[in-house]
RNA sequence: GGGCGGAUAGCCAAGUGGUCAACGGCGACAGACUGUAAAUCUGUUCCCUUACGGGUUCGGGGGUUCGAGUCCCUCUCCGCCCA
């Protein structure tokens, strides 16, 4: 893998991410396909229609369903689900915090059971190396301890401390998985440590010891106030070392990816724009809106009048609403689809006002239009 | 003409003397959702009130009772059966 910085606006950077199965602009936003599949009736073809260039998956929902046995029979997770472009893949890790059937946690990994029939699962460092190895992406993420930020101090401390030496663990089995002269996927390390700043700079100091590929920011928007969380960032993302990619896991709204980008952000994903395109919430330049409300019902005008996306130039608001009323499930799709081409298009825009120096600029735009109600 | 059974909030439907403004489901109306156990979850849904609380309800009318959606009489309508 490959990365190199092309422009910058303040902290606010461009670049070209070149990884085995192709490249990736960045800012970049990936939509996520947990189980091999973006959510929602969304087909590979789809989201090469709306030009995205990676996508994640997961490595717990893989490992259990079909197993990275069968994924690597077909030809890895991209060829498998007939994507065949970049694929990242997460490493489990954030199962242990969001899975509430987690029985142990030990300094070999997390002791769970299985969401789909309650079977014991041991996920770790090693055991994640080797399946996103077998699930054969182009990104893989190290083996985390993602806590809420209920937890206390100390607790995020001591996770802290396990992300460190599980750090350590994911370096050495995926230097030894990756084999001379065979393509091998880059691997990524996390920094956690909560809103907690000093808790934050102890562990990008040691996680940015280890000769990871690029470094993601985990651990945020788990329940901390978005003051916090921007607290985090500000401080935190511009120290990211500046050649590597810098990834924040699992934000987040428009408004979050806009104020990463500011300080240097340079990946994303989010459950958000699929999510909320199921539970009917469009994403649009003049404001978020819930496709469900009354007053939808006989507006026939496009979901975003500033959209360009396939869904926009041809159904109106009304046959959403309809749609999403009757549980039909191309309600779903179509409003998945104008969701992630809101995020994908957004993340174009924030590239080229960078490359011009006018990020300051469109943020402005956006979010002051963005306040106005749908 | 006779014999049964039924009528409960927008719909379906519990309920057989007090703990019933009335279970539950649907529908309707809101809200939530941030490295996806989520096509999910939460709230409201007779009237007035932000709330506390108050008011009027269980086909109509009349009765029994301290008290009735629940028991009795009667009327209306619906279903089934016998003529």
């Not at 055991?127 to 993420?141: N, P």
């Not at 041809?314 to 309809?322: G, P, Q, V």
Request: net charge positive; proline share 5%.
């Amino acid at each position: 893998m490959k990365f190199k910085i092309l422009s910058g606006d303040g902290n606010a950077r461009t670049g070209l991410l070149t990884t085995n199965r192709g490249k990736i602009k960045t800012p970049a936003f990936m939509p996520i396909a947990t189980s091999g599949a973006i959510k929602g009736g969304v087909s590979s073809e789809d989201m090469r229609g709306l030009k995205s260039e990676i996508i994640l998956a997961n490595t717990y929902h893989l490992h259990l369903r079909p197993g990275e046995k069968i994924i690597k029979k077909g030809g890895g997770i991209s060829s498998f689900m007939g994507w065949d472009g970049p694929v990242l893949t997460d490493s489990g890790g954030f199962q242990v915090f969001s899975l509430s059937s987690i029985r142990k946690i030990t300094e070999e990994g997390v002791h769970f059971q299985s969401h789909l029939d309650g079977s014991k699962i041991f996920l770790g460092p090693e055991e994640s190396m080797k399946i996103q190895h077998e699930l054969g992406a182009d990104i893989i993420m190290a083996f985390d301890e993602c806590p809420p930020s209920t937890a206390g101090k100390d607790k995020i401390a001591l996770a802290v401390q396990r992300t460190s030496a599980w750090a350590k663990k994911s370096i050495q089995t995926h230097t030894a998985l990756c084999k001379k002269g065979k393509e091998s996927p880059a691997l990524f390390g996390i920094v956690q440590g909560g809103a907690h700043l000093d808790l934050r700079e102890e562990s990008l100091a040691e996680i940015v010891k280890l000769p990871f590929d690029g470094f993601a920011l985990g651990g945020l928007a788990v329940g901390e106030s978005e003051k916090e969380m921007y607290e985090t960032i500000r401080a935190i993302a511009p120290k990211m070392p500046e050649e590597k990619p810098r990834y924040l896991m699992g934000v987040g709204t428009p408004e979050n990816i806009l104020e990463a980008v500011e300080n240097g952000i340079d990946m994303f994903d989010c459950v958000l724009p699929t999510r909320n395109g199921r539970h009917g919430k469009a994403f649009s330049s003049i404001g978020d809106f819930n496709i469900f409300a009354e007053k939808y019902a006989t507006d026939f005008s496009p979901l975003d009048p500033n959209c360009e996306c396939p869904v926009c130039k041809k159904y109106s608001r009304a046959y959403l609403r309809h749609l999403h009323k009757s549980g039909e499930m191309l309600g779903m799709r179509l409003l998945t689809i104008h969701n992630l081409h809101f995020y994908l298009d957004l993340m174009r825009k924030m590239r080229e006002a960078i490359e011009k120096g006018e990020f300051q600029k469109l943020k402005k735009r956006v979010m002051k239009g963005r306040t106005r109600k749908g």
